[in-house]
């Protein structure tokens, strides 16, 4: 009976270690504002508030605030939330980016929305 116990708690720290795993982190916009330059290119997760949206037929741009700042989001697939909507997102850092009109600085494009 001990034997078995203990399999089945490795066995359980193991699934729970690659579950870990296979989730990024979240990073606060304010690290990434800080120093934009040193997430370029990588992947981060940010989660907050839609402070602002725009845009049309499934793609578009809306801003996340998370209490520490906030990021401007390109949504290619994932459709835009509307303002006030608490979402959680994954995607790449990019610098110089324009839509509709507009040019932002440093933007995450998105790569996968999570609930």
């Known amino acids: 009976m001990k034997a078995r116990t203990q399999v089945l708690t490795a066995l359980l720290i193991v699934c729970a270690g690659l579950l870990l795993a296979?989730?990024?982190?979240?990073?606060?916009?304010?690290n990434i504002n800080r120093d934009p330059g040193r997430f370029v290119g990588k992947e981060v997760t940010i989660?907050?508030?839609?402070?602002?949206?725009?845009?049309a037929l499934?793609?578009?741009?809306?801003q996340i605030d998370d209490g520490t700042g906030t990021m401007w989001v390109f949504s290619q697939s994932?459709?835009?939330?509307?303002?006030?909507?608490?979402v959680a997102t994954t995607g790449r850092i990019e610098q110089?980016?324009?839509f509709g009109g507009r040019s932002f600085a440093t933007i995450l494009r998105e790569t996968q929305r999570r609930h």
Request: hydrophobic share 30%.
């Open 78 to 86: 994932f459709g835009v939330p509307g303002n006030g909507a608490r």
């Open 47 to 55: 989660a907050g508030r839609v402070s602002s949206s725009f845009g």
């Open 22 to 30: 296979g989730c990024p982190t979240r990073t606060s916009i304010a």
């Open 96 to 98: 110089g980016f324009s």
């Open 58 to 62: 499934g793609s578009g741009i809306f």
